[in-house]
């Protein structure tokens, strides 16, 4: 989920960027300069593999597939307030994100046989009835967003 909120916000946290070839092995990269680099626990991105592109933290329980692949590996500074906003996020989409919740309905109201229904359209996370985590999390997401002048 955190891979998802960082390309939504535009903003990936990072403060070093590693560039060049990088082998990942038994689950973990090998590169001698990430790993004099990289804190316990801390995130960060792979940017141009075949199998592993993404964010991750730097655990004992990292299970990358293994590759060798030319690209970049971002260390990432992300703040607790957005981890924490990612464990709501990822609890909001466990509950009303599936194809099958109402909540992903394309149809604001409906009725058929004596029956009908409607959603509400405010969108609030009280309610949970809005089409995206993005809408429903937007005023706690807005902060993090970065905007480049390109």
Not at 39 to 50: A, K, L, N, T, W
């Amino acid at each position: 989920m955190l891979t998802d909120i960082c390309k939504e916000l535009n903003n990936w946290f990072d403060t070093q960027r590693l560039f060049g070839k990088f082998a990942v092995a038994d689950g973990e990269i090998t590169d001698d300069e990430f790993l004099s680099r990289i804190q316990p626990e801390q995130y960060f991105r792979i940017v141009g593999s075949v199998f592993n592109d993404g964010v991750y933290q730097f655990t004992d329980e990292l299970s990358l597939h293994d590759e060798v692949f030319t690209g970049a590996v971002w260390l990432m500074a992300v703040p607790p307030s957005v981890i924490e906003l990612a464990e709501d996020i990822s609890g909001w989409v466990d509950k009303y994100g599936g194809v099958d919740s109402e909540n992903m309905s394309p149809y604001k109201s409906e009725s058929f046989g004596g029956y009908s229904y409607s959603k509400s359209g405010g969108g609030s996370s009280d309610d949970g009835n809005s089409g995206t985590w993005q809408s429903v999390f937007g005023n706690r997401l807005k902060q993090y967003r970065k905007v480049h002048p390109f």
